[in-house]
Nanobody
Framework: HVQLVESGGGSVQPGGSLRLSCAAS????????MGWFRQVPGKEREGVAT???????DYPHTLSGRFTISRENAKNTVYLEVNSLTPEDTAMYFC????????????????????RGQGTQVTVS
């Protein structure tokens, strides 16, 4: 079965940075569209990034430049580097395995992914 395990969250001051990691197993990782979404209690899930099997990335315009997604297929791991953090970035961040797709791998798909991890908390204060 698919397993996604996030790590790297924590508490940081405004302006700080974190690097989130997601170790994946049970899927053909190198051929998967992978991504991240975040959620604040009581609010809807918000897609933040995707990366397709060829390394093409997608972000909301509001986050582009501060968030960077990358993948390391040899380690079945996807990363999310988050910079210049503000209190509005405080949320639980989830890794998502969107599917074995290339043509359409966009951040808006991540909240609806069938496979996701347990999340890692990011708190900015």
């Amino acid at each position: 079965h698919v397993q996604l395990v996030e790590s790297g969250g924590g508490s940081v001051q405004p302006g700080g940075s974190l690097r989130l990691s997601c170790a994946a197993s049970g899927l053909d990782f190198s051929n998967y569209c992978m991504g991240w979404f975040r959620q604040v209690p009581g609010k809807e899930r918000e897609g933040v990034a995707t990366i397709d099997p060829d390394g093409k990335t997608d972000y909301p315009h509001t986050l582009s430049g501060r968030f960077t997604i990358s993948r390391e297929n040899a380690k079945n791991t996807v990363y999310l580097e988050v910079n210049s953090l503000t209190p509005e970035d405080t949320a639980m961040y989830f890794c998502a395995a969107v599917g074995p797709i290339r043509r359409v791998c966009v951040y808006t798909m991540t909240p609806f992914a069938n496979e996701r991890g347990q999340g890692t908390q990011v708190t900015v204060s």
